[in-house]
């Protein structure tokens, strides 16, 4: 469970988090949407513990993330997987490699168990013959395949997309979308989800958080639309230019 209470954080001189809240249950997908530079990279940062709020809490079940440190930080990090937009491979080793890393670097498993996860783990993201590639000779949409049995190759519980399925066209986009939900689920994975997919995330997510002026507007997914009756949320979602909210 990841719950987020009243966090606040200024950046060269902005309040990009002005009071944020927000509850993510376990095995709940959360779907954060909002403008662009409204400060849902940073508002994962501090989830992610790789940036200090000046104020607010967060809690990753029962522990407060502001008080851990050293290895009890690290602790919580290992239980987190990421994927980016960029899928931050490693160009120069295979896809293999690049699953094998992790395993190779933080765990005692030996070659052949190496091996059988990352079987596995490819099996998962549906991804097959790719072993021996290099990112490069890719497509976009294999990438992020990539990405996600890398995310998920530490078995991690928690689970982190920033805008996962920029630069892809539009078809393969929701096919990633619909694999992240298929693994979310499987996996029984906490998720949060940064996307401008819109509606399509709805599909995913049980929850929606719109982070709008440094605050959170929320509301539940059901059958692939929120429920809400905020004109706020309502606008952005229906991507209207008329409303409460001035596009410039
Ligand atoms: N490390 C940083 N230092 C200073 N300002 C930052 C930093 N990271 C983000 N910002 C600023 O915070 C705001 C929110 O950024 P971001 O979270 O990346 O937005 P988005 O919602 O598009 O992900 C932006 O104005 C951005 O310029
Ligand atoms: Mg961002």
Not at 38 to 63: F, T, Y
Not at 67 to 80: F, H
Request: glycine fraction near 8%; charged fraction near 25%.
């Amino acid at each position: 469970m990841i719950r987020v209470e009243n966090l606040k954080k200024t950046l060269t001189g902005t309040e990009v988090l002005r009071d944020v809240s927000l509850r993510v249950e376990k095995g709940e997908f959360l779907a954060l949407i909002g403008g662009s530079g409204s400060g849902k990279s940073v508002l994962l940062k501090h989830i992610a513990g790789l940036m200090q709020p000046d104020s607010g809490r967060i809690w990753i079940d029962d522990e407060d993330l502001g008080s851990l440190r050293g290895r009890k930080l690290e602790m919580i990090r290992r239980r987190y997987g990421f994927v980016f937009q960029s899928g931050a491979l490693f160009d120069s080793m295979t896809v293999y490699d690049n699953l094998a890393f992790p395993l190779r670097e933080k765990t005692k498993l030996s070659e052949s168990e190496i091996k059988e996860k990352i079987v596995r783990e490819l099996e998962q993201v549906e991804l097959h013959g790719v072993e021996s590639k290099y990112p490069a000779q890719l497509s976009g949409g294999m990438v992020k395949r990539t990405a996600l049995a890398r995310a998920l190759i530490m078995d991690p519980e928690i689970i982190f997309f920033d805008e996962p399925t920029t630069g892809l066209d539009p078809i393969i986009a929701d096919a990633m979308l619909k694999l992240f939900g298929r693994c979310q689920q499987r996996l029984n994975l906490t998720g949060i989800i940064v996307s401008h997919r819109i509606p399509q995330i709805f599909s995913i997510a049980q929850k929606v958080a719109m982070l709008h002026e440094g605050a959170i507007v929320s509301a539940p997914c059901e059958n692939g639309t929120i429920q809400t009756d905020n004109r706020i949320l309502k606008q952005f979602v229906e991507g209207a230019i008329e409303g409460p909210v001035r596009y410039e």
